[in-house]
């Protein structure tokens, strides 16, 4: 299923895995081992946490090695975006290209 | 997931031009019109027909919108269903686009309305308790170097 809004806001309302995921996209792509040294929690409890994200599709995983690399999606917070006040902005910059379009044609 | 038939929320705008009805109408029917202030397309005035409207790609979408015309009222009113394509586009929005025309003293009265916005969407967003807005508005400049 894809992640919905819902889905997304109780993923980020943890506070550690949000700052998992602001470390993400801030720093780029990190190892488990570096996420751990600054989460405050031990590696099984990140690694559970980046499961998380993972699911909400909110961050990618790629085994290098003997360690994992976490990278964050910033694309996944599409649901969040607030559709509604986007389309009001384009529909009427659209209604000003009609009536540019409107004067400019023939009766 | 439920899915009731809980009321949906809309973008309406509306705007009184000193333009007839019939020219209004040829700029919201006519391809070569269209093309000019709203987007690409391969619209035609007919119901069922599907088209897309075809605007330029970014990170976040590929651009195009799937379209289906649902009501053709010559002069007066024009509905097609307005859904962003695309693996990320807009969660799998689906709303309908509609054009009502009313001639007035002075030319015309054009009101559109785009319907079926889904409302727990909107509730979530304006979820301040959790200080999200200050987190979306920490992102921003993260998204806007992927643009």
């Known amino acids: 299923m894809r992640p919905n809004a819902t889905q997304l806001f109780a993923t980020l309302g943890d506070p550690t895995r949000r700052a998992l995921f602001e470390r993400l996209c801030r720093d780029g792509e990190q190892t488990v081992r570096v996420l751990t040294d600054h989460a405050g929690v031990s590696q099984p409890a990140v690694s559970k946490h980046l499961g998380v994200l993972k699911r909400s599709g909110l961050v990618r995983d790629r085994r290098l090695g003997r360690e994992v690399h976490y990278s964050a999606r910033p694309n996944g917070l599409a649901p969040l975006i607030d559709w509604m006040e986007l389309y009001s902005a384009f529909w009427h910059d659209r209604f000003d290209r009609l009536e540019t379009l409107l004067d400019r044609m023939e009766p | ?147």
């Open chain 2, 1 to 147: 997931m439920t899915s009731t038939a809980t009321a949906t929320r809309s973008v309406v705008i509306e705007r009184d031009m000193p333009h007839p009805a019939e020219k209004i109408w040829r700029a919201l029917t006519e391809r070569a019109l269209i093309d000019q202030w709203l987007m690409s397309t391969d619209f035609e005035p007919v119901v069922g027909r599907k088209f897309n409207f075809r605007a330029p790609a970014n990170p976040h979408w590929n651009g195009v919108t799937d379209c289906e015309v649902l009501i053709v009222e010559p002069y007066t009113r024009l509905a097609y269903s307005w859904s962003p394509s695309g693996e990320d586009a807009a969660g799998g929005m689906r709303t309908t686009v509609t054009w009502t025309l009313t001639p007035t003293s002075g030319g015309t009265h054009v009101r559109m309305e785009q319907s079926g916005f889904r409302p727990h969407e909107e509730r979530n967003l304006q979820g301040a308790n959790y200080g999200w807005q200050r987190f979306v508005g920490a992102l921003e400049g993260v998204l806007s170097n992927l643009k």
